[in-house]
């Protein structure tokens, strides 16, 4: 299959099969966003490449069992606020919402099943689906098979016609992933000094804050008040499951929201300037600045995108995932407040660098 160059995000999103989800980049992109794959018979196997540091947040996709596979240093990749493992792996399916963060380029290989398959034991896949999240783990080896078989069958010349060859397939990747899930183990998260909730609960309402403003200026005693916690308390939260804090990321979503309103708007009718108002934008040149630092491109050059070239998305955005996963569960109280002492929480910096732009290949 070719591989396909995206210059949207959505639109990456929504070619990412078994999972669904919005992309928020963090930094300007140091290379292409693409995703090649082959489909033979039931099984879907993808490679991505996410040519940013970004945050993701979404869920499993509905009636599909995923495996998500680190093609990258798995280290250096956080779910849920945690570090992957060396021999560490996504288990995704449908109402299992999770956050990624990833500081570099990183690049997945999936493999993705129908929920009523015949290949695999439905056993194997409902018994390594035990506590909250998709991180999991399993023997190194048979992992490293399951990316080899990925990494091959897209690579190859498959005759998708000739039912022998996609038969082949299929059973080549059933045995791989029987070996890996019967080898898995969920991974228990263990957060030092604060308890779990109370992360949650902070990025929640944080959350429900700027859904509230949305196009509002906000600043960070307001998210402090509205958290009941400290500057760097938050800042470290925020660092921990995003890569960024609060700041950053509500400046990096009000640019995405802007740029969504840019490709939808008629460049005949409306304007840079009336459409970044309407977001709160009073400083127009660190706007244009910001805005191309981030996405490669004017904010006049993304208006006047071509309509054909703007395919409708859905209005579910990157907060509405990440409202799933943070739930506000508990009224705040004497004792619910957040500890500010813990050392193991220093922030995580992150490098800024300019953009290149994402371009769709022909």
Known sequence: MARLVFRDFDEFAEAITGVDGRFIPTARSTAEWWSEGVRPG???LQQIQIGSPTTFAGDGEFGRYTLG???????????DGHFLEEDGYLLLQEDQPFTFTGQDVVRWAGVSVPADTKLIAPELFTST???GGPRTRSALEYLNRLRWVVERAIS???DLNEPAAVAAVEEEVSICLTHVLERSSKVQDRHVGRPQFSRSRVIARTLSLIEANEGQPLFVDDLCRATQVSERTLRNIFHEFFGVGPMRLLKVRQLREI???LLRADPQRDTVTRIAARFGIWDFSLFARNYKALFGESPSRTLRTPPQEVKVRSSLSWLHY???IFIDDMRPTADSHVDDGDEDDAPVMI???EPVPLRAKS
């Open 42 to 44: 039931s099984v879907s």
């Open 156 to 158: 190859s010349d498959i």
């Open 351 to 353: 490098q800024q660098a």
């Open 69 to 79: 596979l680190p093609m990258t240093d798995p280290t250096q990749i956080r779910i």
């Open 322 to 324: 990440a409202s799933r």
């Open 259 to 261: 740029r969504a309103a």
């Open 129 to 131: 689906r035990t506590g």
